[in-house]
């Protein structure tokens, strides 16, 4: 049974330890963790869900936001704000007695400082590509065109010499076409988008990055670029190598070549603490955690996951899914995803395993229909309407789904707009994003809405035991001997 004593020794060490707002002693408070309570004693999904306390839940979220405040507002990847939120989830799966393990991953962070582009005298908008250099001070050069699109050494006229090469996006990769750029001799590139606004996050490949800079703008620019008599750009960029670790847990009992596992991230973005996105989706998980137990009555392992560096490309789940071992990866009988369960104009989605929206992500692999239905049947039985959110990759089950994995999961909405449809369905604005402050540092608890995340909270509960209690009849996935995996290899 879990020890408040200890868990409460073991986080004012942590907090001491950690940079940031001090109290009277020069030291940050101590983050308090809830009170402990006994795992449920019979496992069934109502049980479960009616077992998460939505003030427990918020009291994880409360640490999390104290965890931020103390740690220059943010709990990001390789930042002490992280590692302080890592030991407070992994602590109290420890002392819970689940099997926890905090394995490292590194990688190479891209940070962008000031960019000015201008064409002429007029200001452009721009975004540098990933990985691209910077340019160590103004650099101005007139811009030439390339007709073609820059795939061939060929495409390049004689005069791109000493200039900006302007290339339109497609057919081949940036790198490719900054590449030959350069051996053509331009001093930097122009990649002109196919949208006529919004700016989109391109990447160079990290092996293969130019030695002159490559930034994007909008097709709706492209004339003022290319017409202008020069351009200037001065941008700053930098790369850093981040070190961080994923939280995993385990239960104790159950059939361990048949695994459900379950996931949230655990960063936030660097601007903010990340409260929404993702600390509800954790909160959630790890009160769920800790009111199953770790020796639960149940037929199947229980795996969850609580992944670093999401806000990077998901480079946590994809770092523990890359590195499994074939027979590893078909013992995941599914995967759950949370991620933003409170937003604060939010609705109920859950991730459209049927692809019956036919939003443009395909169905999921076989069995993710049934985790949809499981989803669906527990918001039919409280009467709440409930739509379809579309297998983009934007989080964790990306590297799930890539490896043949059965997915579902909830989520309550991020940086779209809430339409009128939707607004007469679960209330809200309409016109306004699900989450205002998506991505900001006013993602703080006060940019929850407790009553969506405790509905999202009790969904995540109720699935969970639905699937730790079978991953056969009705409303289940394949089994072991006809799992389809694919090995998936870890995105740079």
């Given at each position: 049974m879990l020890q408040l004593w200890a868990v409460a020794a073991a986080a004012t060490m942590l907090a001491g330890g950690c940079a940031g707002a001090g109290t009277d002693t020069g030291r940050p408070a101590p983050v308090v963790a809830p009170s402990p309570l006994p795992p449920v004693a019979e496992v069934t999904p109502q049980g479960l869900a009616d077992a998460i306390d939505i003030d427990r839940v918020t009291a994880h979220l409360r640490a999390l936001q104290q965890i931020a405040d103390d740690n220059d507002g943010t709990r990001a990847a390789g930042t002490p704000g992280n590692d302080a939120s890592i030991h407070y989830v992994a602590g109290l799966l420890r002392e819970a007695g689940f099997?926890?393990?905090?394995?490292?991953?590194?990688?190479?962070?891209?940070?962008?400082?000031?960019?000015?582009?201008?064409?002429?005298?007029?200001?452009?908008?721009?975004?540098?590509?990933?990985?691209?250099?910077?340019?160590?001070?103004?650099?101005?050069?007139?811009?030439?065109?390339?007709?073609?699109?820059?795939?061939?050494?060929?495409?390049?006229?004689?005069?791109?010499?000493?200039?900006?090469?302007?290339?339109?996006?497609?057919?081949?990769?940036?790198?490719?076409?900054?590449?030959?750029?350069?051996?053509?001799?331009?001093?930097?590139?122009?990649?002109?988008?196919?949208?006529?606004?919004?700016?989109?996050?391109?990447?160079?490949?990290?092996?293969?990055?130019?030695?002159?800079?490559?930034?994007?703008?909008?097709?709706?620019?492209?004339?003022?670029?290319?017409?202008?008599?020069?351009?200037?750009?001065?941008?700053?960029?930098?790369?850093?190598?981040?070190?961080?670790?994923?939280?995993?847990?385990?239960?104790?009992?159950?059939?361990?070549?048949?695994?459900?596992?379950?996931?949230?991230?655990?960063?936030?973005?660097?601007?903010?603490?990340?409260?929404?996105?993702?600390?509800?989706?954790?909160?959630?998980?790890?009160?769920?955690?800790?009111?199953?137990?770790?020796?639960?009555?149940?037929?199947?392992?229980?795996?969850?996951?609580?992944?670093?560096?999401?806000?990077?490309?998901?480079?946590?789940?994809?770092?523990?899914?890359?590195?499994?071992?074939?027979?590893?990866?078909?013992?995941?009988?599914?995967?759950?995803?949370?991620?933003?369960?409170?937003?604060?104009?939010?609705?109920?989605?859950?991730?459209?395993?049927?692809?019956?929206?036919?939003?443009?992500?395909?169905?999921?692999?076989?069995?993710?229909?049934?985790?949809?239905?499981?989803?669906?049947?527990?918001?039919?039985?409280?009467?709440?309407?409930?739509?379809?959110?579309?297998?983009d990759g934007r989080s964790d089950y990306a590297p799930f789904l890539a490896a043949g994995v059965p997915v579902g999961g909830l989520f309550s909405g991020a940086d779209g707009e809430k339409s009128e449809e939707q607004a007469r369905m679960w209330g809200g604005k309409a016109g306004v994003r699900f989450d205002p402050n998506y991505h900001r540092d006013s993602d703080t608890i006060d940019n929850v809405d407790f009553d969506i995340l405790a509905v999202n909270s009790a969904a995540a509960a109720y699935a969970l035991a639905t699937y730790a209690l079978s991953t056969t009849g009705p409303d289940g996935v394949p089994p072991v001997a006809a799992r389809e995996r694919t090995e998936v290899e870890i995105p740079e």
């Open positions: 099997e926890v393990s905090t394995p490292e991953f590194s990688y190479t962070r891209f940070t962008v400082g000031s960019v000015l582009f201008a064409a002429g005298a007029g200001d452009v908008k721009g975004r540098m590509l990933e990985s691209s250099v910077g340019t160590r001070g103004p650099l101005t050069a007139r811009p030439v065109s390339v007709p073609a699109r820059g795939c061939e050494a060929a495409d390049f006229p004689a005069d791109v010499r000493g200039a900006f090469a302007v290339i339109a996006r497609g057919e081949c990769t940036f790198s490719d076409k900054a590449r030959n750029a350069q051996s053509a001799g331009a001093v930097g590139v122009v990649i002109v988008d196919d949208a006529d606004e919004g700016l989109p996050n391109l990447r160079l490949e990290p092996e293969n990055v130019p030695d002159i800079p490559v930034i994007v703008v909008t097709r709706a620019d492209a004339g003022r670029v290319g017409g202008a008599r020069e351009l200037t750009l001065d941008a700053e960029t930098a790369t850093e190598q981040i070190t961080t670790r994923n939280v995993i847990a385990e239960t104790r009992t159950g059939a361990p070549d048949d695994v459900v596992m379950a996931g949230a991230h655990l960063d936030s973005v660097s601007a903010g603490p990340g409260i929404d996105d993702n600390g509800t989706g954790a909160a959630a998980l790890l009160e769920t955690a800790l009111r199953l137990g770790s020796s639960p009555d149940v037929p199947q392992r229980v795996r969850f996951g609580f992944w670093g560096a999401e806000e990077e490309y998901l480079r946590g789940s994809w770092d523990y899914v890359g590195n499994l071992r074939a027979e590893d990866v078909r013992a995941i009988a599914l995967y759950l995803n949370f991620d933003m369960l409170g937003s604060p104009n939010g609705g109920y989605f859950t991730l459209d395993g049927d692809d019956s929206a036919r939003a443009g992500g395909g169905a999921g692999p076989a069995g993710s229909d049934a985790v949809e239905r499981v989803f669906r049947r527990f918001f039919a039985e409280r009467g709440i309407p409930v739509a379809d959110t579309d297998l």
